[in-house]
C-alpha cells in the first residue's frame, strides 16, 4: 500500500480531485485485479477481513417529484436500513437503491468501485456509527482497478458526511 496522493493515478477524477483536497496521508491506495473488485472476492483473494471492508452504495427517492440521493457507506458484513434510516433521513416515501447506469453516470466512478470520496456536492454521505469507529477499511476509489485503505474517522472528514446509528444491520 502506498498514499493516495502519490498514486492518484490509480483513482477515478472525482476520487482523486477529493483525496487531494482530503490531503491526509492516512489515506492509502493499491493497485488489484479489476476482477476480484467485488467485496467478497477480493477478501477472498487478497486475505482482507469482511468486517474491514466497507461498501458505498446510492440510493435515490422521491419528493413531490423530485429525485433525492445519498450515498450509504456501511460495513461490509451489513445491509443499508434503506427504507427506515435512510428513507427518514432523506424525508421520502420510498427509498431504493439508484439503478447501476444513474450511480455511474451521477458518480462518474465505475461499478464495483464507488466510493463515499468525490460524490456529488450536493449529496448526504451517510456514514454507520462502526464504519466511522473503524482503525482502518478498505473502500472503493472510483474503479475497479484498485480499492483505497483508510480511517473510518476521514470519510467522517468528507463534504456532507453524516454519522448515523443503525444505519447498516
Do not use: H
Not at 435515490?60 to 434510516?85: F, M, P, Q, S
Not at 464495483?112 to 466511522?132: N, R, S, Y
Amino acid at each position: 500500500m502506498t498514499s493516495a496522493l502519490e498514486r492518484l493515478d490509480l483513482l477515478a477524477d472525482p476520487v482523486a480531485t477529493s483525496v487531494r483536497q482530503l490531503d491526509d496521508a492516512r489515506i492509502g491506495a493499491t493497485e488489484i485485479d479489476p476482477e476480484l473488485a467485488d467485496t467478497a472476492a477480493f477478501c477472498e483473494k487478497y486475505g482482507s477481513p469482511l468486517e474491514l471492508s466497507a461498501n458505498c452504495v446510492v440510493v435515490a427517492g422521491k419528493r413531490a417529484g423530485e429525485v433525492r440521493y445519498a450515498a450509504c457507506v456501511i460495513l461490509a458484513t451489513t445491509r443499508a436500513d434503506v427504507n427506515g434510516v435512510v428513507k427518514r433521513r432523506l424525508d421520502v416515501r420510498k427509498a431504493s437503491f439508484a439503478p447501476m447506469d444513474d450511480a455511474v453516470e451521477l458518480t462518474s466512478m465505475e461499478y464495483g468501485g464507488i466510493t463515499p470520496f468525490g460524490l456529488p456536492a450536493d449529496w448526504p454521505v451517510l456514514i454507520d456509527q462502526e464504519v466511522a469507529n473503524a482503525p482502518a477499511l478498505v473502500v472503493g476509489s472510483g474503479v475497479r482497478r484498485s480499492k483505497l485503505i483508510t480511517p473510518g474517522e476521514v470519510l467522517t472528514n468528507l463534504p456532507n458526511a453524516e454519522v448515523l446509528e443503525g444505519l447498516g444491520r
